[in-house]
């Protein structure tokens, strides 16, 4: 099973969390050190609940970027609107969603992979 990790910057570094797997965050100041944290959150998360004999829940969170670009950001009187937004596929910026974006695998628990990517920077 692969669960989506979200790592997002912080104003003093960074933050991680697995929406599957409510409550297990991490914090550190670098990613490397958020990414060491989570894999540590999550063991210990899943060995809790096979302790408690909870079930361990499927992942189902889809992580995706989505590209998104405004038709207009000024009106016909020079102020600042914004029209509504229209999804663009990805192939239409990139070559593959690889080029993009590729899950990095952090470490294994049992039969789980651990995987997280790290999101920043804009599209145009």
């Given amino acids: 099973m692969n669960y989506a990790v979200i790592i997002e910057p912080t104003g003093t570094g960074y933050s991680a969390y697995v929406p599957d797997l409510p409550g297990c ?3 550190g100041l670098t990613v490397a050190e958020v990414e060491s944290g989570i ?4 063991t210990l998360h899943l060995q809790g609940m096979r302790t408690d004999g909870d079930p361990i829940p499927e992942p189902k969170t889809v992580a995706e970027m989505i590209a998104v670009e405004a038709a207009s950001v000024c009106g016909p009187e020079g102020e600042t609107v914004m029209e509504p937004l229209r999804k663009i596929a990805l192939s239409e910026k990139f070559a ?3 080029d993009c974006w590729s899950p990095k695998t952090l470490t294994t628990v049992g039969d789980y992979a ?3 990517v ?3 920077g804009t599209f145009v």
């Fill in 25 to 27: 965050v991490s914090t």
């Fill in 39 to 42: 894999v540590e959150a999550i």
């Fill in 96 to 98: 593959s969603f690889n």
């Fill in 114 to 116: 651990v995987k997280a």
């Fill in 118 to 120: 790290k999101i920043e």
